[in-house]
């Protein structure tokens, strides 16, 4: 999967600096074509000579090199690459990188670069826990970056705790991975809802709810990296798509979303419902403020259509529709009542508890039930995973089409 690929690898100041000749030495192995970028400070801890023999080229520090001074093209090297893999990448790197900052060569190719980025962070355990490293983190995949999560182990401080850089044969598998399943779903069309929907009460007032948007989103995200055409019908959110082939179609209501989704449905063939809909909408929505009085108010709520069960029920035999459950209680039960009568090929379900608060947090942890009532359960799993975990289950459904 790494043969022919062209890889930059970007080495900063970490103890765990002496693991990219490792690494280098694994991907010059694998077949990839490897140029490596180090920081000054980097250099403190492994020389360049060791990390230009093993991936067989200049490695490279500075903007300008020789003796006439010439010019090291960053933008260039960004093009080249297939992809940046950042092992280690220090908390400084890490906190440049969040912030557009520019101060050396590795990050003006980071900047430049149009490849997907692999951050792999090493670093003391209070520094990694360090809420501004985690903002940090958040931000970066935010940006569509991928973050290769470090261990727990024994730290070069003696202390314990999460921080150890991911081993060198990890990073190549993860970087295997993603070369193996980049164009795994192009050629489809794929059908996404997110976020929540807002029923207008009068002109100032609404009912809602807390969905963030987030899941949907990130599904959208791993379906289009991994080369499908993917549309988000999106209730009002403050967050957008990283992957910017996605387009986004802006709605408040659920029946505008309704409207939206229905008018791409054919043209799709898979659709992932995964918006948190209003269940009901008030019968009739005041123009203008409703007034304060000393009378209660009494608002009569009407049920919106569900555009989920709308869609299944008209659906070709090679489309696929996944709804999402969002249960309390006999969680399996519902989920499984939901995904018979409302004719799904699969249903993502979500069980609200104490451990697993789905709105507005970076985690999730859920279950998918096929239409052959088979289940599959996962771990609790950042927002990304999970995405990961539901795009490897769709692309097993359109495999056995
Ligand atoms: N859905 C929809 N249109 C609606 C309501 C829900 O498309 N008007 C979709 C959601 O996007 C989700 C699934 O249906 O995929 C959720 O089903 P629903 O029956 O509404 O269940 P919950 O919202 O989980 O809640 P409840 O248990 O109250 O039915």
Redesign the pocket.
Known sequence: MLFRKKIILGVTASIAAYKSALLARLLVKAGAEVKVIMTHSAQEFITPLTLSTLSRNPVYSNFTTGSQGEWINHVELGLWADALVIAPTSANTLANSANGICNNLLQAVYLSARCPVFFAPAMDVDMWHHPSTQNNIKRLEQYGNHILHPQSGELASGLVGEGRMLEPEDIVKKLEHFFAIEKQLKHLNILI?AGPTQEKIDDVRYISNHSSGKMGYAIADELANRGAKVTIVSGPVNIKPSNTSIHVVNVIS?AQMREEVKARFSDCNIAL?????A?YKPLQSVAGKIKKSDANLQLDLVQ?????AEIASTKKDNQIVG?????MENAKE?AQT?LTNKKLDFIVLNELSNENDVFGNEFNKISILNKKLHWESFEKKSKFDVASDIADFINNIVKNV
Do not use: P, Q, R, Y
């Open positions: 809802t659920a419902l995964v918006a948190a809909v269940d919106t259509d569900d555009i989920l709804g999402f459950a969002l249960e519902n939901k």
